[in-house]
């Protein structure tokens, strides 16, 4: 099974407030991903947990969080939404530095 | 830094017609780049559709064919007939080996058959 699990596939948040968006792999990859992609706009890494590493992209160090509190769960934190983090948020998930997997996105409107 | 840049969508053909997609990255911080072919199917999530690690190296999958060229620094993809299933966006990538595989995409290319 090489399946990735986000959820929600669809959340609506307010200015200002938080948002917490969850991803889910059962394959005991070593390695989790979030890239945000903007309609038009190719896919950007925002960060990634290797293990219990986190290293996040120069460009996205301040605006987003995440934990990882087990091998299998990875989380996107977004202390509070502006309008500009609405966009889709891809999950992947590898093993050994391998074949990235992806989940099928939660789509993010903020209003 | 890094770049991908591919075809601007939408791309119309009719089924059994052939398929090109054209790629072209830039790898400023990468000296020997991975490269990717994803498809992403309606109401899927993205899924890698060939890869090739070494320059001169051709990767096929599902009919579809690219070849690594590090002198034009691109990485097309082809399809000699196209069908309808293959509607879908597609996106072309590159990668460091040794440095977690770190994804650059390019936008995407929107490709619709009609039958």
């Known amino acids: 099974d090489t399946t990735v699990k986000q959820n929600p596939r669809y959340k609506l948040a307010r200015v200002g407030k938080p948002v917490n968006l969850i991803c889910s792999q059962t394959m005991n990859h070593d390695t989790m991903y979030w890239y945000q992609k903007k309609p038009n706009q190719a896919p950007k890494l925002l960060l990634f947990y290797y293990d219990k590493i986190l290293n996040r992209e120069a460009d996205t160090f301040e605006k987003f969080q995440s934990s990882r509190p087990n091998n299998s769960f990875c989380s996107l934190y977004i202390g509070s939404a502006g309008l500009e983090y609405s966009a889709m948020y891809l999950c992947?998930?590898?093993?050994?530095?391998?074949?990235?997997?992806f989940g099928p996105g939660t789509r993010l409107l903020v209003l | 830094g890094d770049s991908v840049t591919q075809t601007e969508g939408p791309v119309t053909v009719s089924e059994s017609e052939s398929l090109i997609i054209n790629c072209t990255y830039s790898a400023t911080s990468i000296a020997y780049p991975n490269l990717f072919w994803y498809v992403r199917y309606p109401g899927e999530g993205l899924q890698l559709l060939l890869k090739?690690?070494?320059?001169?190296q051709k990767g096929s999958s599902r009919g579809f064919e690219a070849t690594y060229n590090k002198e034009t620094t691109s990485f097309h993809l082809q399809k000699a007939s196209v069908q309808e299933s293959d509607s879908a966006v597609y996106y072309c990538?590159?990668?460091?080996?040794?440095?977690?595989?770190?994804?650059?995409f390019g936008a995407g290319t929107r490709l619709a058959v009609c039958p």
């Open positions: 990538a590159l990668g460091e080996s040794g440095s977690f595989n770190k994804l650059t």
């Open positions: 090739v690690i070494t320059a001169g």
């Open positions: 992947a998930s590898s093993f050994n530095q391998d074949t990235q997997y």
